[in-house]
């Protein structure tokens, strides 16, 4: 992304060169390179601000300005919340989950059914809860192609090879590590952390 610079202001701004011009860059400008052109036009690249991982933070792209001559793209991050929370409508009222029921009237004074609160509450998932679950989903997918070796000795004693046996202990260690890792996270930042620390085993 670039920015024209003009009496420190920004004129205008663009995904490239050539979309603030009128006239092809540098061909028919005037001009021997696009480095000349950039100079003389008062064309700069722009600088982006931090952008956290979206995974664990609301993005929200904020405006353009000049900071110290530099044309800069601000990024507001707000994280994600860490547990689950009770789901509440705008006015702060819990939500619960939600069934049809057929014998219900409709509001029309038929009974042709509608949808209705269950006394379940609804819940907005945390960040913790989905990691956990990536997690041991990730663990049950290393330990699939063995399980039906454990299946085998289960119906028919026979053993597991040892080293598929060490294979599926650390994998089951693993898992349990990071499930306590998360559980243990202060933070978004620290979350993040342990899910790029991850120490699966090799096969």
Same mark, same amino acid.
């Given at each position: 992304?670039?920015?024209?610079?003009?009496?420190?202001?920004?004129?205008?701004?663009?995904?490239?060169?050539?979309?603030?011009?009128?006239?092809?860059?540098? #061909?028919?400008?005037? @001009?021997?390179?696009? !480095? $000349?052109?950039?100079?003389?036009?008062?064309?700069? $690249?722009?600088?982006? +601000?931090?952008?956290?991982?979206?995974?664990?933070?609301?993005?929200?792209?904020?405006?353009?300005?000049?900071?110290?001559?530099?044309?800069?793209?601000?990024?507001?991050?707000?994280?994600?919340?860490?547990?689950? #929370?009770?789901?509440?409508?705008?006015? +702060?009222?819990?939500?619960?989950?939600?069934?049809?029921?057929?014998?219900?009237?409709?509001?029309?004074?038929?009974?042709?059914?509608?949808?209705?609160?269950? !006394?379940?509450?609804?819940?907005?998932?945390?960040?913790?809860?989905?990691?956990?679950?990536?997690?041991?989903?990730?663990?049950?997918?290393?330990? !699939?192609?063995?399980?039906?070796?454990?299946?085998?000795?289960? $119906?028919?004693?026979?053993?597991?090879?040892?080293?598929?046996?060490? @294979?599926?202990?650390?994998?089951?260690? $693993?898992?349990?590590?990071?499930?306590?890792?998360?559980?243990?996270?202060?933070?978004?930042?620290?979350?993040?952390?342990?899910?790029?620390?991850?120490?699966?085993?090799?096969?």
């Amino acid at each position: 992304m670039f920015a024209i610079i003009e009496d420190g202001k920004i004129l205008k701004s663009g995904t490239t060169v050539q979309s603030m011009f009128q006239y092809s860059v540098p #061909e028919g400008a005037g @001009y021997t390179n696009m !480095s $000349e052109f950039m100079k003389a036009k008062g064309v700069v $690249e722009v600088v982006h +601000g931090e952008r956290k991982d979206s995974i664990y933070y609301f993005v929200t792209e904020g405006d353009l300005t000049l900071v110290d001559g530099v044309p800069t793209q601000a990024y507001t991050n707000r994280a994600k919340k860490l547990a689950d #929370e009770d789901a509440k409508d705008s006015e +702060g009222n819990q939500l619960y989950v939600q069934v049809w029921d057929a014998d219900v009237d409709n509001g029309e004074g038929n009974p042709k059914g509608r949808m209705v609160d269950t !006394s379940e509450k609804l819940v907005t998932v945390g960040l913790k809860t989905t990691m956990t679950g990536d997690i041991k989903r990730r663990a049950n997918s290393l330990l !699939s192609d063995t399980d039906w070796m454990v299946i085998r000795k289960a $119906e028919r004693d026979v053993a597991i090879p040892s080293a598929t046996a060490t @294979y599926r202990a650390a994998v089951i260690t $693993e898992c349990a590590r990071l499930e306590t890792a998360i559980g243990n996270a202060a933070d978004v930042d620290a979350l993040k952390a342990v899910m790029d620390a991850q120490n699966w085993p090799m096969k």
